[in-house]
């Protein structure tokens, strides 16, 4: 049983595109960077670390990323690049990988290396100081959690864990012991009733339709009327005359194409954040044809003007058949049929729990997460409900907060949790792992 | 084998609201299987009634919601030799007092939780 000095715990959300890290009790996260990683082979690593040239961005110092000789030799020996700065620093060969696989972690050495750069680079802590309260998938498996539990005691030597899932952080941050959490992140969508503070694992319904796959969709449409994002290390600009730039393009032929996606990624999520909202009806080509088109300047200095995908990119959340008039977008066309919109989501998420707490859940379905606090979306959900639901329900969708609050609901959820009195009993201890083991966590954290 | 313990909730102080029984509980784990567990509070007091719930689920115990919690000992089980309660399933017993104020459950107090470890090693 933990019951050691009164330190902050640490809270800690990583999610499928950013990992939320903070104190427990503060009102937001203190660091929040992307959960890919970059990653060279360690042969290359002496080349590409040679102080090559590279505008736009200053060089960090070089910090080593140590890891124990076994998993060196496991994956190959390779180095890896962890965080917002050293992400924004392109270098030769360097691929982007992500720790996840279809939702489930695959890569625990990716893993290892944000919880490294959380801790010490970011909040700047000794772990095996902090009790660690970690966010977790509403259906991650028992498998997963084990894992989760072994690394934190035996590699950070944590003093006390908790594991909690994603979508009872989100309801309990808003008061609600039973809700309907739509979550809508970077990598996915996720729909997960909680009943009395319970995930009900049977009708959590997940999309591939996130944040990012938007950010796609839009790229593709962009691309297909002549305009390319210019990452922003490919071209400098130079000062011709006072007040009056040129863009000079720059050659780096060793970097990768995952890498190229990721920084075109970085400003094509910058335009569907300053322009996309939900429409309010479902979008239809001809009605959308000539609306006033809306100008985002680039980094490179291009104006772009945007019409009809300021709504037609949102609402792919709610009918993914749009997908298949996105040139380019071909790839996806054929999954596409089988993926469900959000309100569909929702409606078959409900009726997939007892009968009796029905009415409750569609009268508290909560928004959270980066995706859902897209503009009007929350109207959107709502009035395809009220259509879509059976008569008697009243359907209410909730969305607490402001937007900051919205997206990192999980986190903040975990952070009023393990910040109550009460909670310094729930914590499961290092002494209880070393008596029990790592199942133990089933127990402790139900 | 090891012999089940008799805990007095609160030690001398006994079972009354507005105490800090987390800390009581980290004190004093770990709980073991057909441990028992003594509340002792006055049966009669003019001032506040005392009384034993159980929570139903971790929820409640975090939120300190009542909707649901099963009446363990009434106002006058507490008198004498005390209410007592064996801790023979392993699950978690979410045990509070539903008098005080809400903050104060909120915070900890007037509460905590045994779960019953059938292991005989000491932590």
New interface residues.
């Given amino acids: 049983m933990y019951g050691g000095d009164e330190v902050s715990a640490i809270v800690i959300d990583l999610g499928s595109h950013t990992c939320k890290a903070g104190y427990a009790g503060e009102d937001a996260p203190k660091a929040v960077f992307p959960s890919v990683v970059g990653a060279i082979d360690q042969m290359d690593v002496d080349e590409a670390d040679n102080g090559e040239k590279n505008p736009g961005s200053a060089p960090e110092s070089n910090n080593n990323n140590v890891r124990n000789a076994d998993s060196d030799k496991a994956k190959g020996k390779r180095k890896l690049y962890v965080g917002s700065q050293s992400l924004g620093y392109r270098r030769d060969h360097m691929e982007v990988l992500s720790p996840f696989k279809d939702g489930v972690v695959a890569d625990w050495d990716i893993v290892d290396s944000i919880w490294d750069h959380a801790f010490r680079e970011c909040l700047l802590i000794d772990p095996k100081e902090h009790p660690m309260l970690l966010a977790e998938p509403s259906s991650n498996s028992q498998q997963q959690r084990e894992r989760t539990v072994e690394h934190m005691f035996e590699k950070y030597k944590a003093p006390a864990l908790f594991l909690a899932k994603n979508a009872v952080l989100t309801s309990f941050a808003s008061g609600r012991a039973t809700s309907v959490v739509v979550d809508g992140g970077g990598g996915s969508t996720t729909v997960a009733p909680v009943h009395d503070g319970y995930v009900l694992q049977k009708a959590v319904a997940t999309s591939p339709i996130g944040g990012e796959f938007l950010t796609d969709c839009l790229m593709k449409s962009l691309e297909s009327k002549g305009i390319m994002i210019k990452p922003r290390y490919s071209f400098r600009r130079k000062e011709i005359r006072p007040g009056e730039f040129q863009t000079v393009d720059l050659e780096f032929p060793n970097t990768t194409e995952s890498y190229k996606l990721f920084s075109q990624r970085v400003i094509a999520s910058d335009i569907k954040e300053c322009v996309c909202r939900a429409p309010d009806t479902p979008y239809d080509e001809s009605a959308y044809s000539n609306i006033p088109m809306t100008s985002y300047e680039l980094p490179d200095g291009q104006t772009v003007e945007i019409g009809a995908d300021r709504f037609k990119i949102p609402d792919v959340l709610f009918n993914p058949s749009l997908v298949q008039s996105i040139p380019g977008m071909e790839s996806f066309a054929e999954i596409a049929p089988s993926v469900r919109g959000l309100p569909q989501m929702v409606i078959e998420s409900i009726n997939k729990c007892d009968v009796d707490i029905r009415r409750e859940l569609f009268n508290s379905i909560l928004l959270a997460g980066g995706t859902a606090s897209m503009q009007q979306l929350k109207e959107r959900l709502e009035k395809d409900l009220l259509e879509e639901s059976p008569q008697a329900a009243r359907v209410k969708v909730l969305a607490s907060g402001n937007a900051t609050e919205r997206r990192f609901s999980v986190w903040i959820g975990g952070s009023i949790l393990a910040s109550l009195g009460s909670f310094q009993q729930m914590w499961f201890s290092k002494s209880e792992y070393e008596e029990h083991g790592a199942s133990y966590i089933q127990r402790k954290c139900p | 084998e090891r012999e089940p313990r008799t805990i007095l909730v609160g030690d001398s102080q006994g079972w009354q609201a507005g105490t ?1 029984y ?2 009581w ?3 004093n ?2 709980f073991h299987i057909n441990d028992t567990l003594v509340f002792k509070y006055p049966g009669n007091s003019t001032t506040l009634a005392q009384s034993v719930y159980l929570l ?8 300190c ?1 009542f909707r ?1 919690a099963k009446l363990l000992g009434n106002a006058t089980e507490g008198d004498g030799e005390g209410f007592k309660v064996e801790l023979n399933q392993l699950t ?1 017993y979410y045990f509070a007092s539903a008098e005080g104020n809400f903050y104060d ?5 007037s ?3 045994a ?1 019953p ?1 059938t ?1 005989s ?1 000491s ?1």
């Fill in positions: 800090n987390t800390q509980a980290i004190q784990s770990p139903p689920n971790q929820w409640s115990y975090i939120t919601e649901g978690p459950c909120i915070a900890g107090l509460k905590f939780i779960v470890s292991s090693g932590s």
